[in-house]
């Protein structure tokens, strides 16, 4: 019988459903299993073959976990608040609700045909007002603690999109999703408090089994520093009393304060010294215009070219009282820290290119060694900082120990920052680089924030009884010219009582931002029913955490922090019971287009897998998915090797007919392939080398060609390890090979320890009982190996001659010995 995969796919998609096969059960007696991947946005174009990826790969995690007796959570939903259906929206008329329904139906036409193993009885819609009831409920706890205020803040403005915009979605300057150039623009905002979070989100991270590379990006985001403020006096001020004038600056490196050469502060800040009376000439106030209007035109980018000019007023270093310039420069920035740096060209890089430029000292006063002894005496300290990278226009960057800094001189530089930070009455300081997350938009395709504006009484939650706030019905999507919401313009909707003192108020018409609802849908599979809570307790105490999350890099910085901090929250008022609620975290790659380039629609390279399900089925395409190179990384699409894995396929089924139960001739060497391949296959699923594993299955069915009949039990076990990759085909043969359950319903194979043990020793060949050669091999070599190797030793080969040996005595593992 030929392999048609149309039949046999349909059939046991159809089979698992009908037995609630990938149902996970609230408490069992089973040990749970949370898998996860990150739920997709339904768009209008259906799914692509770089979605289908991790997919793919968190069902061959999910099905081998239920082969080896856990009680799998493996569910999908939609994350389909956002522009792109409210775009549609504007361009169509047709309303954001039926094209996210449309959408999502095909999603789930698509994942089914690709037979992953989920549990469609708890998919979930951020849109639903059942869900976002939950998601307004949560932003009102926020509210109530204090975590969620309005405020003026200069934002990224789109005026295309007509959208305010996060910084993550702002890339070299232009709006994300569309290209345009973006201004900034100050408005009245809606911000949650992530940065109360800031030590708690760096600290969870420590007992996690996240990806190194995803540990590192979340820790530079949050961008915790430790420096101190530090006050230098001012000499030479004119226009105002000379006595109490200094400037603070903000360093991490307080340590190489004796290599400060100049001050350099952000035009902002002078602008604020000339606003309280300080005498500046007409050339610094030109400089300062000129830089000023510089920087806004630079935007996020920042400026180029480092410029400045030296104002004439003198700072006095606090560690030694030396004499240095004050300068104003393009480079330093007005919001960060106090908006004045001591500048250090040495020791940073910034600094040592303006120093240059400008012909000012350099000065170095750390020296990178491991201990002080290597720069004791002053002709090795002359040799190390000979070394060192100055000359070449780098600065000396890192730890290392202090030189040319008065009583300081020897000290490791770390421990020399506060005691220096001390010696000079600075104060020790810790500083974030994570900003407050900016949470609203004036868009309509998005859940309206719950509170109610009044005048008497300012901003009131919407009473808990009456969520969910509906999104009301509008006419025309389109944002106001004004900036506003179209929620805005629906009067009736936006008048109300206020729920506090009975009188005229107004609904806020800000919706929230499309990082929403995913910040907490993790939570709502546990329970995606239940009408009284966002799910029950108990069974968030069966399910949290998830135990296995895999989702893109570049959701590292965004969603993946946003949503630790919200069940953080969440956890700190008691309604969740885990503090971190991801276990684990891994990194699909992106799948490129044929030639490399990234997928997209305007570049009409996007490969739809429907035509390819088609032609080769799903088992075939999720085959290719995992072969196509390793998970972690990009790799581009290669329309032949569907080919391949669909022959490879064709391979298999037809060895299907070979199985026969009983010992056949050669048993042996199967056996111990087989066993190595459960090891192989079992150890490259946990470390998602799926596309190795899918090469070790390829070995042993290119192994079986060669015979007539395969043992049924080996057989069945390799049919166990191709479930997870190709559950279809797997099924079919099983069912044929006598299995009666579903081979979800059967154990994960075990390995022979024995008959894999690869260890390499020493095989000593002879001849006539004389030692003629020795050579290293697996211990594993059976005899026929070593004949075939003693032919080919140089050494021994001579004395065995060509006539065929009288006897040949093996002793597995230790020697092999010709009579002749
Ligand atoms: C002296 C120094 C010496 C510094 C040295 C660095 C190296 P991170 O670590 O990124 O937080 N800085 C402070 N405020 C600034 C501002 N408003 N605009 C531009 N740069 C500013 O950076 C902290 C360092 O950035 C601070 O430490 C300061 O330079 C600079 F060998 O002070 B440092
Ligand atoms: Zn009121």
């Not at 290392?400 to 020897?410: E, K, P």
């Amino acid at each position: 019988m030929k392999y048609n995969h149309k039949k046999i796919e349909a059939k046991w998609q159809k089979f698992w459903e009908q037995k609630k096969l990938h149902a996970a059960k609230d408490f069992s007696q089973k040990p749970k299993y949370y898998a996860l991947f990150e739920f997709p946005y339904p768009s209008g174009d259906g799914l692509h073959v770089g979605h289908i990826r991790p997919y793919v790969g968190m069902d061959i995690i999910s099905r081998k976990r239920r082969m080896e007796g856990y009680n799998v959570l493996f569910p999908v939903g939609w994350d389909a608040f956002g522009l792109p259906t409210e775009n549609y929206a504007i361009k169509t008329g047709i309303s954001p609700e039926i094209a996210t329904k449309k959408n999502s139906d095909n999603f789930r036409r698509q994942m089914r045909l690709l037979g992953l193993s989920l549990d469609w009885n708890r998919e979930i819609n951020t849109t639903d007002p059942n869900y976002y009831k939950w998601t307004q409920w949560m932003f009102l706890q926020f509210f109530k603690h204090g975590l969620a205020y309005k405020a003026s803040v200069p934002i990224n403005w789109c005026p295309k999109d007509k959208i305010g915009l996060a910084n993550e979605e702002v890339i070299g300057g232009k709006c994300e999703r569309c290209g345009t150039e973006v201004e900034q623009r100050q408005k009245e905002q809606w911000m949650l408090k992530i940065t109360a979070y800031a030590d708690k989100l760096l600290e969870g991270l420590k007992d996690l089994d996240f990806l190194p590379e995803i540990k590192r990006q979340q820790e530079n985001w949050i961008g915790k520093s430790e420096g101190a403020l530090i006050k230098f006096a001012l000499q030479g001020v004119t226009g105002q009393p000379n006595s109490k004038h200094f400037v603070e600056v903000f360093t991490t490196r307080p340590d190489t304060i004796f290599g400060a050469t100049f001050i350099a502060i952000a035009p902002e800040v002078a602008q604020k010294w000339i606003a309280v009376g300080w005498q500046i000439s007409t050339e610094v106030k030109n400089y300062i215009a000129k830089t000023l209007k510089e920087k806004s035109e630079a935007g996020n980018e920042g400026v180029k070219e480092k410029t400045g000019i030296n104002i004439g007023i003198r700072a006095i270093n606090p560690a030694n009282q030396e004499e240095i310039p004050v300068w104003i420069v393009n480079y330093v920035l007005g919001d960060v820290g106090t908006g004045a740096i001591m500048a250090v060209p040495a020791h940073d890089d910034r600094d040592l290119a303006f120093a240059k430029a400008y012909n000012l000292d350099v000065k170095p006063v750390v020296a990178r060694v491991g201990s002080f002894e290597e720069i004791k005496d002053p002709i090795s300290l002359a040799a190390v900082m000979k070394k060192s990278c100055l000359g070449s226009g780098f600065a000396i960057l890192g730890e290392g120990f202090l030189i040319n800094s008065g009583q300081f001189s020897g000290m490791p530089s770390e421990k020399a920052k506060w005691e220096i930070t001390k010696a000079v009455g600075g104060k020790r300081e810790i500083k974030y680089k994570l900003r407050d997350w900016v949470f609203s938009r004036q868009r309509y395709w998005g859940e309206p924030i719950p509170l109610i504006h009044c005048e008497k009484c300012g901003y009131v939650p919407v009473p808990e009884k009456n969520l969910p706030v509906k999104l009301p019905k509008v006419k025309d999507y389109q944002p106001r010219d004004d900036g506003q919401s179209p929620l805005a313009s629906v009067e009736k909707w936006v008048k109300v009582k206020c729920p506090q003192c009975k009188g005229i108020a107004k609904r806020e018409t800000d919706v929230m931002p499309n990082w929403a609802g995913s910040s907490w849908y993790f939570l709502r599979y546990t329970d995606p029913k239940n009408k009284k809570n966002f799910s029950d307790i108990k069974k968030l105490k069966y399910w949290m955490p998830v135990d296995w999350y895999n989702g893109g890099m570049e959701h590292v910085t965004l969603h993946l922090l946003y949503s630790r901090f919200w069940n953080q929250f969440l956890y700190d008022i008691g309604v969740v019971p885990v503090k971190e609620p991801y276990k684990k975290r891994t990194a699909h790659g992106l799948i490129l287009a044929e030639g490399g380039m990234k997928m997209s629609k305007s570049k009409g390279n996007v490969i739809n897998p429907d035509s390819l399900i088609k032609e080769f089925g799903a088992d075939a395409l999720r085959l290719y998915e995992m072969f196509i190179g390793p998970f972690n990384q990009a790799v581009a699409w290669d329309q032949r090797g569907i080919m391949g894995t669909s022959r490879f396929l064709e391979r298999v089924w037809n060895l299907g007919s070979k199985s026969e139960n009983g010992k056949i001739k050669g048993w042996n060497s199967l056996e111990r392939l087989i066993n190595k391949t459960i090891k192989k296959v079992t150890e490259d699923i946990e470390s998602m080398s799926f596309n190795t594993a899918v090469s070790a299955m390829m070995i042993f069915v290119n192994e079986c060609q060669s015979f007539e009949k395969i043992p049924a039990e080996i057989w069945e076990k390799f049919l166990l390890l191709l479930a997870p990759f190709a559950p279809h085909i797997a099924e079919e043969l099983w069912m044929k090979a006598g299995g009666k359950k579903s081979l979800s319903q059967e154990n994960w194979p075990e390995y022979d320890k024995k008959l894999i043990d690869d260890a390499t020793i020493e095989l000593l060949i002879q001849v006539n009982g004389k030692v003629r050669d020795k050579i290293s091999v697996s211990k594993s070599t059976t005899q026929a190996e070593a004949e075939k190797l003693a032919f080919q030793s140089a050494k021994a080969q001579p004395f065995i001659g060509s006539q065929k040996p009288k006897k040949i005595i093996f002793v597995p593992g230790k020697l092999i010995n010709f009579v002749v």
